[in-house]
């Protein structure tokens, strides 16, 4: 029913929640390492008519009517995903990254096969073969880590693992690691075990996007991605791959595993993958590196240590074990404060996924609603009071004052009710 009908009632309930929503988006930090925030053009393509229409199968091959824009949309971003990354090969329907990982991992390997990805503990993703998810379920997975001196993947490690194991696919990518995955040496390895590699780059799509982080797609047979992380798109997943395993991949993603495309959220990845396309997301992605950069210096000027001593990209991991406080108690002391973030395993942690001894930083977001260099010196401030205050209410409600006022120096959304 149209908001202009004479009968249309808003719906209060959900309109308060949504207008909540917004304030939380408005007035805290967000630095949480796989979130953003879209375009104004993004949010309303995403509420497009095209949330209305049907279209499974693939451009000219759909099970409905009605699909010849579906059609000419869906072309059209599978050509900008295309060229944005130089690939053969785009599929643009996954719903969300676990959806992209599972299509990729079934084009790749048949159920019970072995496979070799990285170990959560130490930075890889649910489905990078952890027990409870599909990933470990279905396949036969082993994993490699970082080493304990340096914090680094062991690549001597992941090839004798490939040696040994022989996996049919190896994954890399990672949710936690700070630093850039030398995709050569998997390519290597993958080479040696005869194996497909599978690179998942949610988090550091937008780097590889502007250039400045290396791309995995001419080593990698398939790679996957989330469009909502650097990339700064709608919720979604994105499979690139070699022109061979296109129909693999296109087969498994549909009938495979997924029904209907959300097609309106394709419109808004299509529109997405065209603000990628424009110089001036080389600097967007430019200032997430040099803003994180900085933070990760204060957070070590003020006592702090970072896994793997510092970044190369977008996020942060800090070990919090020299400050005697749990990744939980962080986040929530964070909370309090106004800056939203999460805690996170460390390699070799001791203590348990729901407590962990590590918080997960990172300035996508931020650097979207403006923040630069300078202005990450007063998050870092924001943070270390914070983490250093984290049992004092009073302390963490004045910080709080301090983000809200602070905040609102970079407005978000100004035009929106919610
Ligand atoms: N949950 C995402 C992250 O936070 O890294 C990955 O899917």
Do not use: W
Request: neutral net charge; proline residues 5%; glycine residues 8%.
């Amino acid at each position: 029913m149209s908001s202009k009908s004479p009968n249309y009632s808003p719906d209060v309930q959900l309109e308060t929640i949504l207008a909540k929503e917004l304030g939380r988006q408005r007035d805290k930090l967000e630095m949480i390492a796989s979130e953003n925030f879209v375009s104004e053009h993004i949010l309303r393509v995403t509420a497009s008519v095209f949330t209305n229409k049907y279209a499974e199968g693939y451009p000219d091959q759909r099970y409905y009517g009605g699909c010849e824009f579906a059609d000419e949309l869906e072309i059209l971003t599978q050509a900008r995903a295309r060229k944005l990354f130089g690939a053969e090969h785009a599929n643009v329907q996954p719903h969300c990254g676990s959806s992209a990982n599972m299509a990729a991992f079934f084009a790749a390997m048949k159920p019970g096969d072995p496979f070799l990805g990285m170990n959560i503990a130490h930075g890889g993703h649910l489905t990078h073969g952890a027990p409870v998810s599909f990933s470990g379920r279905v396949f036969k997975a082993h994993y490699y880590g970082v080493k304990k001196d340096t914090e680094l993947i062991d690549y001597d490690e992941v090839m004798r693992l490939a040696e040994e194991i022989k996996p049919k696919v190896i994954v890399c990518g990672a949710s936690s690691y700070p630093r850039v995955i030398d995709f050569e040496r998997f390519r290597q390895a993958a080479d040696r075990a005869g194996a497909a590699l599978v690179t998942d780059m949610a988090h550091f799509a937008g780097m590889v996007a502007a250039g400045l982080y290396p791309s995995p797609v001419p080593f990698s047979e398939i790679v996957t991605t989330t469009t909502h992380k650097t990339l700064r798109g709608p919720r979604g997943g994105l499979i690139l791959s070699k022109r061979t395993y296109a129909k693999a991949v296109d087969d498994e993603v549909f009938p495979g595993i997924q029904g209907g495309p959300l097609m309106h959220v394709i419109a808004a990845k299509a529109l997405a993958l065209a603000e990628a396309l424009e110089p001036d997301f080389i600097d967007y992605q430019r200032q997430i590196l040099k803003n994180a950069s900085r933070l990760a210096t204060r957070l070590v000027d003020a006592g702090f240590r970072l896994v793997s001593g510092g970044t190369d990209t977008h996020l942060v991991l800090i070990d919090l074990r020299n400050k005697n406080i749990t990744g939980r108690q962080a986040e929530t002391a964070l909370d309090k404060a106004g800056i939203t973030a999460n805690k996170n395993t460390i390699p070799f942690d001791k203590e348990r996924f729901t407590v962990t001894s590590g918080l997960r930083l990172g300035t996508a977001a931020l650097t979207t609603r403006g923040l630069i260099e300078s202005d990450m010196d007063e998050v870092a401030e924001f943070v270390a009071t914070s983490l250093h205050n984290c049992e004092d209410d009073s302390q963490l409600k004045k910080i709080r004052e301090r983000v809200v006022s602070f905040s609102r120096k970079f407005p978000l959304y100004p035009g929106l009710d919610f």
